[in-house]
C-alpha cells in the first residue's frame, strides 16, 4: 500500500510540475490510504522572492490538493509566501509584506479539510519595541488562521541576515493570532487541539541542541523548550542552502533530536536558488528512534507524503557520493569524487533559477579552450539547454591553434552554438589608440610600468565587450563570468575582462576540484566525454602574455603557484581559521610528492597573502554566483573592507611591540 | 586660560599631523591647567581597518601625550585599536584578534599617570555560548588593564553589522578584565575609583532611550542602568558615520540624556572614512542641562581636551548649514544647501581615505563636459590633488564641439591633467567586428533588437578601456565611475562603462542635488567658478545616441523622466517608505509648478518601478562609493535579491486574489 502511495505520488508531481489536473481516480486512490490519519504532505516548493503571487498560486494548488485527498496536514517551508532570503526588500518596500498578509488570508479561505503550515513575514504591533518584523508560520484551518510560530533563533552568519529586520520571538509554539494586529477578528479561529499533537519550530530553531553542538550560538533551545509539551511529532519549516558538508551535520543533528527526544521529526525545507544561494530540498523524516524513514528528492520540487507515527514514508536518494561525506572532513584532500554531483546540481539550479527568475533565456560565453569557460559550457548547456548558449571563440595572435580547435571540438560535442570572431582588429586599434595616450600621458605622469599588463587586459576586455555587445544586441541573453575561486583568491582575473557578466558559475570551485569535476562531467553526464581530453590535460593559463623565459605562452602555476598548494591554502583558511604561521607549519598535500625547499614555500604563502589582499576589490564587484562550498568569498557571505589590504597577516612578537612602544 | 588651551592645542593637533615633537614649554603650560583635574581628552582618530600597529602607534602618541600633560583619562573611539567597521575579517583571520590583544597589552604598559579607554575585539572565553567576539573599551591605567566595558545592543541596520560576529553583553558598565582568559595575570589590576565616576557605554548603547525615541529597537536601556550607579560623567566610544539628516537626532539624543539624568555626556567618535562609511568625527560634549559645551572639528583627526564637571571645552563649527537641519526634514525640497558642505567633506573624506589607505595616489577619468563627470573631476583634484587626476575627453562623432570645450576648459580651471583622445577608430574597428558577428548569430538566434543600445554602449565601454589602460599603465593609479544616484536608480549606467572604476564618487548624490552642489562648488572653492556655467545650464544626457525625433543627442530626462519628479520618487521610497499607491496619491514638488496629467505621473511611476526593478544587478556590481544620503543602494547598506525583479510593486485588490485563488 506504501508503495502504491509513492507510486501514485510521483504520477502527481510530473502532473504537477506539467501543470495538469491530477485525475479523480488518483486522488480517490491517495485518500483510501491516507484515510487511516496522522498523515503530513511535506511541501518542497521553489518560490520567486518577493512575487507574492506566483508564490501564493504555488501553495495554494498544493493545498487544494491536500484538502482533496484528506491530509490532516501540509507543511510549506519558511517564508514559503515570501521567498527566503528576502533580505531588506521587506523594510523598504514594505507593499510586499502587505501583500503576503492579504494572500495569506486569501489561502487560509481555501483550506478546509486539512491544515495548512505556511511561512509568511509577520508584521508586529506598531506600539510594539524591537524589530518590526516576524519570521512566522500561519497554521491555516478551516478558513481561518488558527495560530502563528514565530522564529527564535536568527541566525546572522554566512549568506544569513535575519536579524537584520526580525525580531527574534520571545516564546516558542503555537501563539494565538490576535495577539499582533495584522488579522482581523474574522480570519481567526481559536486555538485547537492540533497544537497539542504537533511541535512546530522554524529552521535555525533547531539547530541550537547543547548536547549535539560543542559550541552554541544560542542561550536558548526552542527544541528543548517543545519538548516539554511532550508533542507527538515534532516538524520544522526550513530554507537551508546546500553548503560542502552541510548534509552530514543537518543529517546527524536532526537524527540525533528525534533520538534524544524520542519524538519524530518532520523537516521541510526550500529547494530552488535565490541569487547566490542554492537550496536542495532534501526534506526528511526521522523516526523517535532517530532513523531516517523518508526523504523527499534533492534539487527538485516534490509534495512527499509521510506518516511519522506509523514509519510511513520513501527515502529517496541523496545525491550521488554524499552519503559518503557524512563523515566531517578533516584534511584536505583532492578526492573530490563524494561532493561533485551536489556540486554539479547546486550550480545547475544556480544557474535555471537566476535566468528564470529574472527573464533571462539565453546565454554567450567566450570559449578559450581552458577548463573554466569549457566547464562554464557544460553547466549551461545543461542548466538552459544547449540551443540557448553560444560559445565564441576570440582568439588573438597569441591564442594556439590547439585552443582554437578544442573550443570547437567542445561546442560541436555539446552541440551548442559556436562560431569564431577574431578580437586582432580590435586589439591593434585599441593598442594604437592607448599607445598614443600613454605617450601623451607620459609627459605629465611618472611611474608608467617597464612591463605592464596592459595588453593582456586590452585581450580579456576586448572578449567582454564582445559578449556584452551580443547580450545587448539580442533578447534575454546575458554573458558569462567564467572566473573560478582559485584565480579569484589570487586577483588572477581582468576587471571587465573574464569575471565580467550577468553571472558567474564557477567563482566558488577551486581549480583542483574543476579538473575532477571536468572528469566526472565526461563519466557522468548523458552524452560521455564531451569535454575534449586535450583540455583536461593541458596546464592553466589565460594565453593573455608570452612567457619570456620559455616563448610560449605563459601557464598560470608559473605566474601564482601550483594550484594544488594554493587550493590547500585557501582551504585551511577558509575551513580551519589558518594564519600565516600555521601555513608556514603545515605539512602540505603538495609537499607529500613534491619536493619543496622552505624558501619555496614561504614565497609562495607570502605572495597568497599578498595577492589575495589586493583582490578585495575584485571580489566586491563579482557577478552574482552560485555559493557551493562551507565558506566562500562571495560578497554577500563573506565581507570585509577594501581598505583593509594592509593587514599584516604575518603577526609580529611582543618584543617588536615593546620595541616600537616604548621608543618616544 | 581656557583660550589658552585651546590655541595651545590647536598647535599640538599641527605638530602631530606632521609628525613633528611638542616642545616642552607647550606641554608644561598645558599640563599647568589640566592640574587643576577631571580634564578629559576626547583623541578623535581616523583608523585603517585591521591595520593594528598604524592604529596602536597613533593611540600610543596621544596616550604618551595625555600622560605628559597629565590628563585625567583619555577616551578613543570604539574598536580604535581594530578600526570600525572590520566585518568578517576578524572570524576568517583571528590573527588581527590576536594582534589587538598584544597591541593592547603593549599600549596599557606604557599609560602611566593617566587613564586610557581603548576599544578593541575581546575574544570571549573559549567555554561560552554565543558568538566568538565582544566588541569592548579597555580600561588602561598603571601599565595595566583595570577593567573591560563591553558593548549591549548591536546594531544590524543599514551599514551596520555588529549582531554577525559580536555577542551583546548581558552586563553593562565597567568588568573586571580577570571576566575574560585573554589576558595573563601580570596585564591586571584590580579595579579603582575611577570607574564609579565615569559611566562609559559604546556607541549604539546610547541610542535607546524610551523617552527620546517614540520607537525604540531594543528592550535594554544601557545608559538607564549606568545611570542608576549615578556617575559624575557619562562617556561614550562611537563610530557613527555621518548620513543627511543624522547631525540634528545626534545632537538632540545627547543633549536629552544630559539632561534627563543631570550628567555631562562626552561623546568621543571616529573620524575618517573605512570603504563606504565616512565619519565625521565631530565628537562632543554636553553639560548635565543638556547644553553643548564642546565640539570636536568635523573630518579631522583632532585631541580636544575637555572638563566636562567645570564646564570647559571648545565649540568647532559643524560643517556650514549644517545647524538648519536641526530640524527633521520632512517633505522633499530642492533646497539642498543645509547639506551641501558636508556633502562634499563626506565624499572629500571618502575618496581621500579610500586612495591612501589603499595605497593609491592618481585617479584618471573621463571628461564628457557633462554634470556627473565634471563634478567626479572637481572632487578629485580637492581630495587627492590636481596633479594627481587626469582628465580624458573621449569625444565619439556624436559629442559636440561644446561638450569638448566645455570639458577642457573645466580641467583648466580645475589645473588637472587634460588631454583628448579620439575613441572613434575603437568605435568603427568593434562596431565592424561586432556587426559580422551579430550576423553570424542571427542565423542560429531570433530576437535581435531593432534599434538597440548596443552603440550607445559600445562608446561608453571604449571609454571605460581607455580609462582603465591606463590605470593598467601606470602605477598607483585607478579609474572613476562617474554615475550618479538617479541614474543608478534608473538603471541609466552602462555596465563596463561609466559605471565601471576604482571608486564611484558620486553614486549616493542624486541629480538634483548635483546641481546645487555644482553651484555651490562654485561659489565655495577657493578657486571660484571653476565650473563652466555652460555645464550646469547643459540637460544632462550621455550623448551615447541621437534622439530621431530631433536629430540631436538624446537628452536622460526625455529617455526618464525629469529628474525633479525622479528625485522626489527617489527621496519618498527611501525616507518615507512610500509605494506605488502612495506615489499616485502624493501631489510632487514637481507639480506644482508644472502641468502634469494623471496618466503622465502614472506613466513616469511605472517607469520608475519598471526601470529600479531591472537595475538591482547593476546595484550588486557598483564599485565601492561613499554613502552620503540617509539610506542608499550601496550594496552594504541595501540589499534586496536580483531575482526579486518581478515583484508587483503596485499589490492588488483582495477580490483579485478570492479569484484568483478559488478559480480551480
Known sequence: MTDNLYTLSEIVDKKFSHGEEIPDNIINSIRSITAAGDYIGMAQINPIAGNIEYNAKKIAKYIKYACKIGLEMIVFPELALMGYPIEDTIDRHPVIVEENIKWLKGLAKITRGTTALVGFIEPRKIEAEGKKYFNSVAILKEGKIAGIVRKSLLPNYSEFNDYRYIEPSPVVGVQPPETLGCFDRENIMPSSKIFEKYGISICEDCWNNKEFFEKHLYEKDPIEELSEEKPAVFINCSASPTRAKKEQLKHNMLSFIAQKYKTPIVYVNQVGAIDNSSFDGSSRVFNSNGELIARAKSFEEQLLIVNPLKNTGKIYPLTKGLDKSLTEQKVFTLEYESDLERTYKTIIQGIRDYFRKCGFKRAVLGLSGGLDSTICAVLLADAIGKENVYGISMPSKITSRESRSDAEELANNLGINFTEASIKPMIETTTESLNKLFAVIEQNWDGRFKTSFTPDNIQARSRAMFLWGISNEFSSCIPIATSDKSELYMGYATINGDMSGGFAPIADVPK?????????????????????????????????????????PLIAEDALMPYEFLDEIIWRIENKNEGYQDLLNTKFVYETHNQVTKEQKQEWIDKFFRRMSTALYKWSILPPSVIVESRSIN??????????????????????????LKTD
Not at 557522468?524 to 583540455?535: F, M, Q, Y
Not at 565581507?639 to 597577516?649: D, E, G, L
Request: aromatic share 10%; hydrophobic share 35%.
Open 512 to 552: 583542483t576540484k574543476l579538473f575532477a569535476f571536468a572528469r566526472w562531467l565526461n563519466k557522468n553526464r548523458e552524452v560521455k566525454n564531451a569535454i575534449p581530453e586535450a583540455i583536461i590535460l593541458k596546464k592553466p593559463g589565460a594565453e593573455l602574455a608570452i612567457d619570456p623565459k620559455t616563448g610560449k
Open 635 to 660: 560578497k554577500y557571505d563573506y565581507r570585509q573592507p577594501i581598505t583593509s589590504s594592509k593587514i599584516n597577516y604575518k603577526g609580529v612578537k611582543d618584543s617588536y611591540i615593546d620595541s616600537i
